[in-house]
């Protein structure tokens, strides 16, 4: 009897220890024992445990591959074991879900446990709420960081985006803005949307106010009775038209724009015995900008030799 006892602990022992026995008769109940059947997670992750108890050696593996759930071992040996499992925060807008295995495939014992994350908070965000640029215009950048989907639009024409949309994930969206002729500060909104989940983002462009200008390098214009022709050197960001209160002087060209450097100014011979003057007027009625030139001609001196 007592060799019957002792060859029956050893038996269990090579069984339970070792797993070297065939399965046949088996319980993986008993032989497989883990303490979870069911993990549930909110959407921001963390940590949780669970403990398996086991006579074989056995391997732990996951439906994902591991993409957002992380075990402190995937591999155990007899006895008991203690499981740490991080999940990572779900930025998604999706309930996601794994099934983690535990099983001695050469003894086909297995043990399934579900794991299941709640989905994440829909969101968008801007890399930038306000932009500001010159009345001349620019091109600018902004990020988009989200995980939806959702659509661009600016609410002027003047201030464009080269995207109408985008979705999940990262991108970089490019604003041009033209030159503005206005002499008021203009606003333009870009709007970022997604009604599904009722978000909206907003981006400001601020564009300055034309600050018109209109200069000439002269001022004033002498002369003796011969007359002459003068260039006058003009700088300026707006147009400009040329006149003048004399008909002996002649102007070229009558009109310019801001890319018109150079005025002629042609100031005819005097053949009078009395001085004379007159004004040339550079000027912009839309911005009420203007600019003289004073004019000045000596008499003619009329003059005898015998």
């Known amino acids: 009897m007592k060799r019957f006892i002792t060859y029956y602990i050893v038996?269990?022992?090579?069984l339970f220890t070792n797993c070297t026995t065939t399965t046949e008769g088996l319980d993986s109940t008993e032989v497989l024992i883990v303490s979870a059947k069911n993990i549930e997670m909110d959407y921001d992750g963390g940590k949780t445990n669970f403990d398996i108890n086991s006579y074989?050696?056995?391997?732990?593996?996951?439906?994902?591959?591991?993409e957002w759930i992380t075990p402190n071992t995937k591999t155990g040996n007899p006895g008991n074991t203690k499981i740490k499992l991080t999940l990572a925060e779900n930025t998604s807008v999706n309930v996601r879900?794994?099934?983690?295995?535990?099983?001695?495939?050469?003894?086909?014992?297995?043990?399934k446990i579900a794991v299941q994350q709640e989905a994440?908070?829909?969101?968008?965000?801007?890399?930038?709420?306000?932009?500001?640029?010159?009345?001349?215009?620019?091109?600018t950048n902004f990020t988009i960081e989200s995980n939806i989907d959702y659509t661009i639009t600016s609410d002027q024409t003047w201030c464009k985006v080269d995207k109408t949309q985008g979705q999940n994930g990262k991108q970089t969206v490019k604003i041009t803005v033209e030159k503005s002729g206005a002499t008021v500060k203009r606003t333009a909104k870009i709007k970022v949307v997604n009604k599904n989940f009722g978000i909206t983002q907003e981006l400001t462009v601020n564009q300055a106010a034309l600050q018109p200008s209109l200069s000439v390098s002269s001022t004033s214009i002498s002369t003796n009775s011969d007359g002459l022709s003068k260039k006058v050197t003009i700088e300026s960001n707006i147009s400009w038209a040329a006149t003048c209160d004399?008909?002996?002087?002649?102007?070229?060209?009558?009109?310019?724009?801001?890319?018109?450097k150079t005025l002629t100014v042609t100031i005819a011979k005097n053949a009078t015995t009395s001085a004379r003057t007159a004004k040339v007027k550079l000027s912009n009625k839309e911005y009420s900008v203007t600019k003289e030139i004073a004019i000045s001609?000596?008499?003619f001196g009329p003059s005898l030799n015998v």
């Open 120 to 139: 994440g908070e829909a969101f968008i965000n801007l890399s930038k709420r306000s932009v500001d640029v010159a009345y001349s215009g620019a091109e």
């Open 297 to 299: 001609q000596e008499a």
């Open 97 to 111: 879900t794994a099934t983690l295995t535990i099983e001695n495939s050469t003894y086909g014992l297995s043990h």
């Open 56 to 66: 074989c050696a056995w391997t732990l593996s996951s439906s994902e591959k591991w």
């Open 246 to 260: 004399a008909d002996w002087v002649t102007l070229s060209p009558a009109n310019g724009t801001k890319d018109s």
């Open 11 to 14: 038996l269990l022992a090579i």
